[in-house]
């Protein structure tokens, strides 16, 4: 079984300020972990993903997450915040042995103020 | 790139009715599909992973016989609210797998049923 815990439904940060999104899991086998951006009646876009390679991962509009086996998390950050950032943004997990179907987080709405 | 198509992007229709939303992946073949509902300021819930050419897996509670799922080819599956009511009003997400590690989403159906 497998299950993700974003921590922290509102994050509201100044522009210009760091982002850390919290994202906890829990997964029976290694874990594939990602993080989508969902903007209001959109769909989902992946940010970035983890798939047993490097701990830190990059990915797209300046967002990173590191993989903590021995925390068990998979939290995203962004050293500076801008105002297209705000959106809503989810974790997810998936098994490697049926990957492709996650289970998401509940999401974190973040807020960027000017 | 990955691109993922819904159709249409938004629906009302009366109790009663069936509604069909297609799910298209534009430029790339994918056996698999998978199906979400997303209600307003929630995370995604999965509802079936549909299987080109076999028949789709529902997750539990989800009911076969409402929400119908037909993936007829590797760039198509649909979706069909059979009967539709009120309640099955929501957000409607596809997802297509292209390889091991990732699913691109198509960019959601607004379903309202009066």
């Known amino acids: 079984a497998q299950s993700v815990t974003q921590l922290g439904s509102h994050v509201s940060v100044s522009e210009g300020a760091l982002v850390l999104l919290r994202c906890n899991y829990s997964s029976s086998v290694p874990p594939y972990l990602f993080w989508y951006v969902q903007y209001p009646n959109q769909g989902l876009q992946l940010l970035l993903k983890y798939t047993s390679a490097a701990t830190l991962v990059k990915g797209i509009n300046g967002f990173e997450a590191e993989f903590k086996k021995s925390e068990t998390s998979f939290h995203l950050t962004k050293p500076s915040a801008h105002m297209r950032d705000a959106a809503e943004y989810f974790c997810a997990v998936s098994e490697g042995t049926n990957a492709g179907k996650s289970t998401f987080g509940d999401g974190t709405t973040l807020t960027v103020k000017p | 790139g990955a691109v993922v198509s819904q159709h249409p992007s938004w629906v009302i229709c009366k109790s009663g009715t069936s509604v069909k939303i297609e799910c298209r992946s534009l430029?790339?073949?994918?056996?698999?599909m998978f199906w979400y509902r997303q209600f307003p300021k929630q995370s995604l819930m999965l509802m079936a992973t549909s299987n080109e050419g076999s028949k789709a897996t529902y997750e539990q509670g989800v009911e076969k016989d409402k929400f119908l799922i037909n993936h007829a080819s590797l760039t198509l599956s649909t979706l069909t609210v059979t009967s539709a009511h009120p309640e099955d009003s929501s957000f409607y997400i596809c997802?297509?797998?292209?390889?091991?590690?990732?699913?691109?989403f198509g960019p959601g159906t607004r379903l309202t049923v009066t």
């Open positions: 997802s297509a797998r292209k390889d091991r590690y990732e699913q691109y």
């Open positions: 430029d790339f073949q994918a056996t698999t």
